[in-house]
């Protein structure tokens, strides 16, 4: 079975521009988590969607939204692009809402 | 708020050998799921291992176990028979049962020496 699959894997953007990036579940999986990693720093938690609602927001700005769709693929949008943005974004699935979660690879955001 | 600490930046063990990597973290909620994640430099997150806070006997996983002590907030991770495929970053997350978010720590990055 396919992992959870991430795409682009690296993109460029510059400031005020706006990205979407996109994540497939494992196939089964109900549960997308959204993640942003800087450079030698833990995982923040951005979104969680559960059956295609949001069920839980972290401490990012209105710039940062998802959604997800009926196939349980994700989408995580940022709008007007900071140089502070840059990161590694991670999307991860799970079946119920507190299960082992499954990374995939990330998506490398480089904002110039 | 949530909080998990990692006062370990950087740990290193010879091969075979054991190491423990420390985490604390804080909380008001009664129940909760404890995880430590490994990352290797392919940058994949994989889960090693669980831990429900209402329960008492410590989680093990194969080479991997931890010490969960719930009255001191913390919940150590150690590695037996240390080997090469061991080293990379080790994060600690904390998630209320409820579930609002996983916080994760800073993380330990895990050097194995030959």
């Known amino acids: 079975d396919a992992g959870v699959t991430q795409s682009p894997t690296h993109l460029i953007k510059t400031r005020g521009q706006h990205v979407t990036l996109r994540c497939s579940p494992i196939?089964?999986?109900?549960?997308v988590s959204w993640y942003q990693q800087v450079l030698g720093q833990g995982p923040q938690f951005i979104f969680q969607y559960y059956e295609k609602e949001e069920r839980g927001r972290g401490n990012f700005p209105d710039r940062f939204s998802a959604r997800q769709f009926p196939n349980y693929s994700s989408e995580l949008n940022v709008n007007a692009l900071l140089l502070g943005d840059s990161a590694l974004y991670l999307c991860?699935?799970?079946?119920?809402?507190?299960?082992?979660?499954?990374f995939g690879p990330g998506t490398r955001l480089t904002v110039l | 708020a949530q909080t998990v600490t990692q006062s370990q930046p950087e740990m290193s063990v010879q091969e075979a050998e054991t190491v423990t990597l420390s985490c604390t973290y804080d909380?008001?909620?009664?129940?909760?799921?404890l995880f430590w994640y490994k990352q290797p430099p392919s940058r994949q997150m994989i889960l090693v291992i669980r831990q429900e806070a209402y329960k008492q006997q410590n989680a093990t996983e194969n080479r991997f176990s931890v010490n969960f002590q719930k009255a001191a907030k913390s919940f150590s991770l150690k590695i037996s028979d240390s080997q090469l495929g061991d080293a990379a970053m080790y994060f600690c997350a904390c998630v209320k049962t409820s579930y609002d978010k996983v916080i994760f720590g800073p993380g330990t990055s895990l050097s194995v020496i030959p």
């Open positions: 991860a699935s799970s079946w119920g809402m507190i299960n082992e979660q499954f």
């Open positions: 196939s089964g999986h109900k549960s």
């Open positions: 909380t008001s909620e009664s129940d909760y799921y």
